[in-house]
């Protein structure tokens, strides 16, 4: 196995057709991969997005050339699935919103995942991205530099004002529940 990166020996077998080294490949980072997506989208749309994710990348495994790290190489590619589908979304029309009283039922972990994925989208979109490359899919800031194609100070000063702001964010929706 590759010392930097224990990942790229599977993609690149995967990448000269072996079905077991991409099998591998995809059970070892699918979590990763959509642990990434989920705060940029819908719940119901996790699944789609990671699978076009694999697809895409699939399709890129025989150029892949290790000059960063299969997980790195992955989440470009999700971060390009997830911006695509943004942009696909906001030219589909909306649908409604339930009529009062008919707000569907939902347990408790649940509604505090949700009201944290909410928060976390609340952010700017480079704040959020950095924010989630670091702090969720556990990027190093190089990494998370080299996805977002930017200085690693920048990814710092990102990290930092997103961590400012959800807490800002975290103390307005407390104040709103208290009173």
Same mark, same amino acid.
């Given at each position: 196995?590759?010392?930097a990166?224990p &990942?790229?020996?599977?993609a =690149?077998?995967?990448?000269?057709? !072996?079905?077991?080294?991409?099998?591998d490949?995809i059970?070892?980072?699918?979590?990763d $991969?959509?642990?990434?997506? @989920? %705060? &940029?989208?819908? +719940?119901g749309?996790?699944?789609?997005l990671?699978?076009?994710? =694999?697809l *895409?990348?699939v399709?890129?495994? %025989?150029?892949?050339?290790?000059? @960063? @790290?299969v997980?790195?190489?992955?989440?470009?590619?999700?971060?390009r699935?997830a911006?695509?589908? $943004?942009?696909?979304?906001?030219?589909? +029309?909306?649908?409604?919103?339930? +009529? !009062?009283?008919?707000? %569907?039922?939902? +347990?408790a *972990?649940?509604? /505090?995942?949700?009201?944290?994925?909410?928060l976390?989208?609340g952010?700017?979109a !480079?704040?959020?991205e950095?924010?989630l490359l670091t702090q969720?899919?556990?990027? @190093? =800031?190089? /990494?998370?530099?080299e996805?977002?194609d930017? %200085? $690693?100070?920048?990814?710092r000063? *990102?990290?930092?004002?997103a961590? /400012?702001d959800?807490v800002?964010a975290m103390r307005?929706?407390e104040?709103?529940?208290?009173?």
């Open positions: 196995m590759t010392d990166d &990942l790229a020996d599977l =690149y077998a995967a990448g000269r057709g !072996d079905r077991a080294a991409l099998t490949l059970r070892l980072t699918q979590r $991969v959509m642990r990434f997506l @989920s %705060p &940029l989208t819908s +719940p749309e996790v699944e789609d990671a699978q076009e994710t =694999y *895409r990348a399709g890129a495994l %025989p150029r892949f050339a290790g000059r @960063s @790290s997980r790195t190489w992955l989440f470009s590619i999700a971060r699935v911006a695509d589908h $943004v942009r696909y979304a906001t030219r589909r +029309p909306r649908t409604a919103p339930l +009529p !009062d009283g008919e707000a %569907p039922a939902v +347990p *972990r649940f509604e /505090e995942h949700h009201a944290l994925t909410e976390v989208r952010l700017a !480079d704040r959020r950095a924010f969720v899919a556990g990027l @190093s =800031y190089a /990494e998370a530099a996805i977002c930017c %200085p $690693v100070g920048t990814i000063s *990102r990290i930092a004002r961590r /400012e959800l800002i307005v929706q104040s709103r529940n208290a009173g």
